[in-house]
């Protein structure tokens, strides 16, 4: 059977972290719903760190307007669907990884699909309230470790990038959004989980092409399309990547 704990290309990571980490890496079940900017480079972390099951989903296919900012997203890749894109950038990395790649949106229609009790960590990189809501509230009440990361648009300090749980995130219009929703409906989380976010909110300093018009994110009020940057982006998906490999180590530590 695979192990991470003895490859050869996660030797460095298992110099830090230890033959007990890297086993656990390589066994626990992790989902990613939403491979764009954020979602994509979280899944790259994953890989390079040493995890075995990813489960990457996204409706979409690569469009040019992604190509600032999503890590599969190239001349090359235009037109392709986005989970099977990075699939295929990720088993470059492990050869030996268990990618499943599943092209469907989330929703309450759909969220009964993804057998989510089936993982041990569930990550929400999904930019609309609606589903976003649907999934925190279904997500957190699995057993499964949720992460989620806010909104990631309109920013450009790399220094403001944070975590906090998500009754403490402050200064990100999503989450304000989706606090709202939740006390408006009386209806809450399972329990506590963290969030990768950051209270910078510029304004777009310049006008979208008309062929960005189906790429929006949201700002709070409505959606629209909103500028983002590739550095803010990647920084949001390996920080929340970080929070799995970190959540696992401190376990371990536990243990000992």
Known sequence: MYSPAEDPIYSRTGLLLGPDVMERLGQVRVIIFGVGGVGSWCAEGLVRSGITHLTLVDSDCVSTSNINRQLMATTRTVGQ???EA???RLL???PNAEITAIQRAYSAETAASFELERYDYILDAIDSLKEKSDLILRGTRT???FFSSMGAALKVNPQGVRVAEFWN???CPLGAA????FKQNHTYPGHKFRCVYDEEVLPNRG???AADASNSEWDGRKAQINGTTAHITAL????LAGLVIEDLYQKALQKN
């Open 81 to 83: 669907i986005k989970v």
């Open 86 to 88: 990075l699939k295929a």
């Open 92 to 94: 470059e990395i492990n």
């Open 143 to 145: 057993p499964a470790v």
């Open 169 to 171: 995130v402050r200064g």
């Open 178 to 181: 989706i606090r709202k929703k």
């Open 207 to 209: 006008q979208a092409l």
């Open 236 to 239: 949001f998906g390996m920080t």
